[in-house]
């Protein structure tokens, strides 16, 4: 069939009137040149303007869905862009759909594009151990743009303006194009006055007429308890300026390491050194908790790698009350230096040991003949 309009619109064969419009009008908005940032709006935009030229008139359609290109050699067909109705584009209907985002045809044409919007910062804040744990109140430094102080970010000298005679006033300009299907017309912001329909006097000295300039923030950012590397915090109105409106300041969170904790999210883990005769007997020892010294009941005959768990004394977790655990792993560590008394105990528990070893498997001979 060659080129299928029906899915150049993103619908099915037989779609209504209704559907075509639509639709039509989504995807002229997303892919116009003037408003979309995609690398091939300007060819997409054609491609649907092109299907819903042949789609919106009813005998085009009619043809269209019987013979697929073929229409073309019946009567009626006008060609895209050029002879006679051609394409029938609404554009303030269009943009007036914006207005759900917070602007309009006005907007659009009157100075407010995209790229009047001030953009949104990233920086990097670094906090100790505790001060993720716990949250704190840092103060950050950082550049960002921000209206020129001398023109209040009108880029003109003594804010004095002048009717911009690129676009005679009008505040956008008539700009055509040659396609293979005609000659295709459409209206785009002044790149002068960007919209504004007026020009500088002069420019401001200051700014050289960009209504911007460069400034060092400082900031006092509020740092929630349980906050670890890689999150980031959102502030609103704190990025660069632009004359269509502020954007966001991200702060992004690195956190130092601990000399004794390893942190998994809420959890804390940590190796604390047993002697042989705790770990033997039983002890009851300090270990430590982010929020000072702790008692661990260590039972009698634990082995080196056992791990405790120590219910709630771990970090506070995010944007929560509630607390992960601390986790104590012991390892029992073998005396290298032994006095003379020391010595003599240990061999008497060896040959204890030894005795013991003989007894189990004596009775081992015995009860396996059974």
Same mark, same amino acid.
């Given at each position: ?6 899915? #150049? ?6 779609? #209504? ?79 007036? #759909? ?13 100075? &407010? ?80 006055? &960007?919209? &504004? ?123 929560? #009350? ?36 003989? &007894? ?11």
């Amino acid at each position: 069939m060659g080129k299928d309009y029906y899915e #150049s619109l993103g619908l099915k064969k037989g779609a #209504s009137e209704d559907e075509i419009k639509r639709a039509y009008k989504k995807l002229a908005k997303k892919y116009h040149p003037d408003v979309s940032s995609d690398k091939d709006a300007e060819h997409k935009f054609k491609e649907v303007a092109e299907a819903y030229s042949v789609l919106s008139d009813a005998e085009k359609k009619q043809n269209y869905d019987n013979y697929g290109d073929a229409y073309k050699n019946f009567q009626g067909y006008e060609g895209f862009g050029g002879f006679g109705r051609g394409v029938d584009i609404d554009f303030e209907d269009i943009f007036n #759909s914006f207005a759900g985002a917070g602007f309009g045809f006005g907007d659009i044409f009157g100075g &407010r594009n995209k790229r009047d919007l001030g953009s949104s910062i990233k920086a990097n804040i670094t906090l100790t151990f505790e001060e993720a744990a716990f949250g704190t109140t840092k103060e950050i430094k950082y550049e960002r743009i921000v209206k020129c102080g001398e023109c209040k970010g009108t880029g003109a000298e003594k804010e004095k303006f002048k009717t911009c005679t690129t676009c005679n006033g009008q505040g956008r300009i008539l700009r055509q194009q040659k396609t293979p299907f005609g000659i295709f017309q459409s209206q785009t912001v002044c790149h002068e006055c &960007r919209g &504004r329909k007026e020009v500088p006097e002069k420019v401001c000295p200051h700014c050289h007429g960009k209504g911007l300039e460069r400034d060092e923030t400082k900031l006092d950012v509020k740092i929630p308890a349980g906050i670890n590397t890689g999150n980031h915090l959102r502030v609103s109105g704190k990025g660069n300026e632009g004359n269509g409106g502020i954007g966001d300041l991200f702060v992004v969170i690195l956190v130092e390491p601990h000399e004794v904790f390893k942190r998994d999210e809420a959890d804390l883990y940590a190796e604390i050194p047993i002697s042989f005769t705790e770990a033997a007997l039983g002890a009851t020892i300090e270990v430590p908790t982010l929020k000072g010294k702790a008692d661990l009941k260590v039972p009698s005959g634990t082995q080196t790698g056992t791990i405790f768990k120590m219910k709630g004394k771990g970090i506070q977790k995010l944007n929560s #009350s509630g607390h992960g655990d601390e986790y104590i792993k012991v390892i029992v560590e073998t005396p290298d230096k032994l006095n003379k008394k020391q010595k003599e105990l240990l061999k008497e528990f060896a040959e204890q040991e030894k005795l013991a070893k003989k &007894r189990r498997g004596f009775f081992k001979k015995i009860f396996g003949k059974f």
